[in-house]
Each structure stands twice: as structure tokens, then as C-alpha cells.
């Protein structure tokens, strides 16, 4: 299970365990589903559902996926880790549909677990590590 981006994290939180000592963002709860912050950490962000860490993010370039892409890096870097046909390129629908995307490695054919890097201009803006959850666009809408 992918640990995410958080070598610098003083405490280890992984995709599925309960979403204890987070802080729930005010106004972003929908049903079973919230946005939680660790205040030591305040770049990362905790998507849960059903009281359950399903997805780890940060928009920080000071973090790192666990193969060392980080945010601010080209597009480039990632089919220099990855192959190329295995990443799943998703359209950002809010953003320009030629230049803004996702892509999402996964980590075996079941795609229960993975990486979402958020493409803009051939530039990493985000990194997430989730579940079946990161094909959301919109998080907990």
C-alpha cells in the first residue's frame, strides 16, 4: 500500500486507515464524504470517506511521489517512471481540454490503488494517492 508523498511527514498515514487526529475543512462535507487536514502538515490535504483515508494530496513542491515527482516538474519526468501506454489519462473538464489533464498510474489492473499526477501546460500541479476515488474530478461532489 503506497504511503504517498510523505517522507517528510512526522506521522505515517495510509490509504484506508481512519481519519483520526485530521481536522475536517468546514463546509466540505457531502454524505460520507469530507476534506481533513493534519495541522502540523497544512499542504496536505486527506479526502475520506466513510471515515476512511481514501485519497492523499498536496499541491506543495516541497513533496514528492514515492518515485521522486515532485510538483513543478515537466510531464516529461513521468513517462521517464512510467510506461507510457499503463497511465490512464483522464480530461480535466474545468480546465483548457488540449493542455490540463490527469494521469493516473495504477497500481495493477484491479485500479483499487494508485497515483493521479494533475497536468497543466506540461507542468505537474498536483499529486494524489488513492483509491478508486482519484477518477473523481471533483472530490467529495
Same mark, same amino acid.
Given at each position: 500500500m503506497k504511503v504517498l508523498l510523505m517522507a517528510l511527514l512526522k506521522m !505515517? @498515514? *495510509?490509504i484506508g486507515d481512519q481519519a483520526q487526529n @485530521? *481536522?475536517?475543512v468546514e463546509d466540505s462535507r457531502i454524505g460520507d464524504c469530507f476534506i481533513a487536514k493534519d495541522?502540523?502538515?497544512d499542504? !496536505?490535504?486527506f479526502q475520506i470517506m466513510n471515515n476512511k483515508i481514501a485519497i492523499i494530496s498536496s499541491m506543495d513542491n516541497t513533496r514528492a511521489s514515492y518515485n521522486g515527482i515532485k510538483i513543478? %516538474?515537466?510531464?516529461? *519526468?513521468?513517462?521517464e517512471k512510467y510506461n507510457k501506454k499503463g497511465l %490512464?489519462?483522464?480530461k480535466n473538464p474545468y480546465g483548457d481540454l488540449k493542455k490540463d489533464y490527469s494521469l493516473i498510474d495504477w497500481d495493477d489492473n484491479t485500479k483499487k490503488m494508485g497515483t493521479r499526477y494533475e497536468i497543466e501546460s506540461g507542468y505537474i500541479v498536483g499529486? *494524489? !494517492?488513492?483509491d478508486s476515488n482519484l477518477t473523481l474530478m471533483e472530490g467529495c461532489a
Open positions: !505515517v @498515514l *495510509k @485530521l *481536522k475536517e495541522t502540523r502538515n499542504d !496536505v490535504e513543478g %516538474d515537466s510531464e516529461q *519526468k513521468i513517462y %490512464d489519462k483522464r499529486i *494524489k !494517492v488513492g
